[in-house]
């Protein structure tokens, strides 16, 4: 059973940085394919981020492109999510989910707010 765990959310002033970690057990991490999402209070989910097996990466959410950055440490079994210059908009649940032979995976999700 793949288990992903999600940390490193919490509370920050506008144009703070947070990195985001997601600790994923039970399988091969290097075989998935890892995402970030997030979810706003009455939004639907969104996707953030992609990083491919090897460890190349596509930010897919326009409002984050230039300020979040994804990454992945295959030997550490880890995705991160470094965001800088947070803003009010950032607030959201992040979500990381890996997708592979074994189907689709989700963390718990973990909570993003960007208040002063």
């Known amino acids: 059973q793949v288990q992903l765990v999600e940390s490193g959310g919490g509370l920050v002033q506008p144009g703070g940085s947070l990195r985001l970690s997601c600790a994923v057990s039970?399988?091969?991490?290097?075989?998935?394919?890892m995402n970030w999402y997030r979810q706003a209070p009455g939004k639907e989910r969104e996707l953030v981020a992609f990083?491919?097996?090897?460890?190349?990466?596509?930010t897919t959410a326009t409002s984050v492109k230039g300020r979040f950055t994804a990454s992945r440490d295959n030997a550490k079994n880890t995705l991160y999510l470094q965001m800088d210059s947070l803003n009010r908009d950032d607030t959201a649940v992040y979500y990381c989910?890996?997708?592979?032979?074994?189907?689709?995976?989700w963390g718990q999700g973990t909570q993003v707010t960007v208040s002063s």
């Open positions: 989910n890996a997708r592979g032979p074994g189907g689709s995976y």
């Open positions: 990083v491919a097996r090897g460890g190349s990466t596509l």
């Open positions: 039970g399988s091969t991490f290097s075989t998935y394919t």
